[in-house]
């Protein structure tokens, strides 16, 4: 006996589209989504610390040749403890390293609810000075600009004029307050 089975059909969805409007779609959100752009100081470090340098590390330098800047939580920012605008710092700057380019070093010392964009304003102020100084000292002993010098130029420059910053953040309210006990 021979029984005849019933072949069933299953129904199937037309699939065929659904790869190209996956990739309409990502091309969509790839379009029209904003992509934000980390922000970030270029610095240079300093080359790891020998033996032979470490007895050299303690150097006193004198207030004259310091330059205090202090970045307040309200976004403010005070130069040994004068509020100035931010925007015209570099020339002030630019000066105070001309008048002392080995002996000098600034100091910024930031609060940890301080604006990270008043920070990065203070530092492409000090760049800015640091670019104009070696641009003059290039321009002086060169005849060219700092961009335009060979790389052992550059690092001429570089030893007449370095780069002296100092940053501290505070991590605690006794810290701030300046109550280390």
């Not at 992509?35 to 033996?51: K, Y």
């Not at 007895?55 to 040749?65: A, G, I, L």
């Not at 492409?124 to 130029?153: P, T």
Request: a negative charge; proline letters at 5%.
């Amino acid at each position: 006996m021979l029984i005849k089975r019933r072949k069933h059909r299953v129904p199937e969805l037309n699939t065929t589209s659904t790869a190209d409007i996956s990739f309409m779609l990502l091309t969509f959100f790839l379009v029209t989504t904003s992509m934000d752009v980390d922000r970030g100081i270029v610095r240079q470090l300093p080359p790891a610390d020998t033996e032979e340098d470490t007895d050299n590390m303690d150097t006193e330098v004198s207030k004259e040749n310091t330059l205090v800047f202090h970045i307040l939580p309200s976004g403010k920012i005070t130069l040994d403890d004068k509020p100035v605008d931010v925007n015209t710092l570099h020339d002030d700057i630019a000066d105070f390293i001309t008048k002392r380019p080995k002996q000098h070093i600034i100091y910024v010392d930031t609060d940890p609810k301080a604006d990270y964009n008043t920070y990065f304003a203070l530092q492409n102020e000090i760049v800015m000075a640091y670019n104009k100084v070696r641009g003059n000292i290039s321009q002086r002993l060169y005849h060219k600009s700092f961009q335009a010098i060979s790389e052992q130029q550059r690092d001429n420059v570089r030893d007449l004029c370095p780069q002296r910053i100092t940053e501290t953040y505070p991590t605690s309210a006794t810290e701030q307050k300046g109550d280390n006990k």
